[in-house]
């Protein structure tokens, strides 16, 4: 596998480098294309990039192969854009969790990172925002992978996430003793504003704040709230002052309500949602990142990759309410993208929450759609991203079969292309 990767790159970037004054072509031909933006399915189509971008996109009986075309013939398969995960970790290792976390050095997570950015792109995701990294890891990994050094998908990150002392995005493993705080900590209206501040001038292409407790951190309670709604108007004034968006971890009511108040662009997790948080949503047009998938991880192989007994017994209750509250929030017309917290679980196994985000209540195509268009809404790359439309980038991956009757395909992804470029291609 890994050489066919190595020789397709070769052969494509090669075409790329001896015809430098042409445009090098790709053809992709396919059963069906998942059309996101229609809601609708495109039978036997044909798409033409030409260099790192989608050309045309069209019937295989009313189109012509341009010559010297590459042709990449994906007989039974399904067309659809890049996959786009709006929560990762790539520089959490899912088997070191709690104690064992406490070991792991910021250089090692760094290294880490560029093994899960190549798992994850190999399993169809062509973008992932990354919603927290100790030391600006994940900065450094998005400049690796624009600069051609690793593999991995197109990074919106966010460096060290920002949270009140001794809340969730805080880490309370140690006594007092210790002194140690998470790089993130901030308290008070201008203490967050610095912090916004800092981690812009680092790199950070959006902002993550923790609004509430949360499973996985010692000693918070999942449903309070962490920040005044002074300190969250704060952040989030902030961070859209310098232009960018916010994402907040949420799981408990009033934290949800207070960070949509503010003005926040996407709140993740959403778990003890009630009726008021989502109206509130839906007037403000805030997006929801719901984990539905990871609870079973968790709850299963949880304990022994470290997490601790509190976090089990959090994520008993947790768990089945946040899967209760996508189902209301889907059936409310609340605007929802594919968020899977990748980093806690296994990196590559992003897509295993397809199939949850149907069992519990969305059509097939807005799953899809979660996972391609919102996304690329929400990151205003709408004009570049989400969707195979000509003039967007080529970010296209396929699947055997199709997906809207059997949504699992979307966990065996075949062939990834990430800016016209075949990354991954298996028959
Ligand atoms: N990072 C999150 C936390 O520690 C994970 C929550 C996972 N549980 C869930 N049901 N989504 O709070």
Redesign the pocket.
């Known amino acids: 596998m890994k050489i066919r990767v190595a020789l397709l790159a070769t052969l494509f970037l090669g075409i790329g480098l001896f015809s430098s004054a042409h445009a090098k072509l790709l053809v992709i031909t396919a059963d069906r294309l998942i059309d996101v933006e229609s809601g609708e399915v495109l039978e036997r189509p044909l798409v033409i990039v030409e260099n790192n971008v989608i050309k045309t996109v069209g019937k295989q009986n009313r189109m012509a192969i341009p010559e010297g075309a590459q042709v990449l013939n994906l007989e039974g398969q399904t067309l659809l854009p890049g996959l786009m995960d709006m929560h990762v970790h790539l520089t959490s290792d899912a088997t070191k969790h709690g104690y064992k976390r406490l070991a792991v050095s910021v250089p090692r997570a760094a290294i880490t990172g560029v093994k899960h950015a190549e798992k994850t792109l190999m399993a169809g995701f062509t973008t992932v925002r990354n919603v927290g990294a100790p030391g600006f890891t994940d900065v450094a990994l998005r400049d690796a992978i624009n600069d051609g050094d690793v593999l991995g998908p197109k990074m919106f990150v966010s460096g060290p996430s920002i949270g009140v002392t001794g809340g969730?995005c805080d880490n309370n493993l140690l006594p007092y003793d210790y002194h140690q705080y998470s790089e993130g900590v901030a308290d008070g209206p201008w203490e967050v504003r610095e912090k916004v501040r800092r981690n812009i001038k680092y790199g950070a292409d959006v902002i993550k704040f923790c609004g509430t407790g949360?499973?996985?951190?010692k000693g918070t309670k999942?449903g309070v709230q962490q920040y005044s709604q002074e300190e969250m108007d704060a952040v989030v004034a902030e961070a859209h002052l310098r232009g960018l968006t916010v994402a907040v971890?949420a799981?408990g009511t009033d934290g949800i309500k207070a960070a949509i108040k503010a003005g926040v662009d996407s709140v993740e997790?959403v778990?003890l949602l009630d009726d008021e948080g989502i109206e509130l949503a839906l007037q403000h047009g805030t997006y929801f990142s719901m984990?539905?998938y990871?609870?079973e991880y968790?709850l299963g192989e949880g304990e022994q990759a470290g997490i601790l007994q509190e976090s089990l017994d959090k994520?008993r209750v947790?768990?089945t309410r946040?899967r209760a509250n996508f189902e209301k929030a889907v059936n409310a017309g609340v605007k929802m993208v594919f968020g899977s917290?990748a980093g806690?679980y296994p990196h590559g196994d992003n897509g295993k929450q397809f199939a949850r985000m149907v069992r519990f209540g969305m059509t097939p195509m807005q799953a899809l759609q979660a996972a391609t268009i919102n996304p690329a809404t929400l990151l205003k790359q709408q004009d570049k991203l989400g969707s195979i439309s000509a003039g967007k980038l080529a970010d296209i991956v396929a699947v055997k079969g199709n997906p809207l009757e059997d949504m699992a395909l979307m966990e065996s992804v075949t062939t990834v292309i990430k800016d016209g470029v075949v990354v991954k291609y298996a028959e």
């Open positions: 969730h949360g499973v996985l951190s999942v971890h799981h997790h778990s984990d539905i990871v609870t968790i994520e947790v768990g946040q917290d806690v």
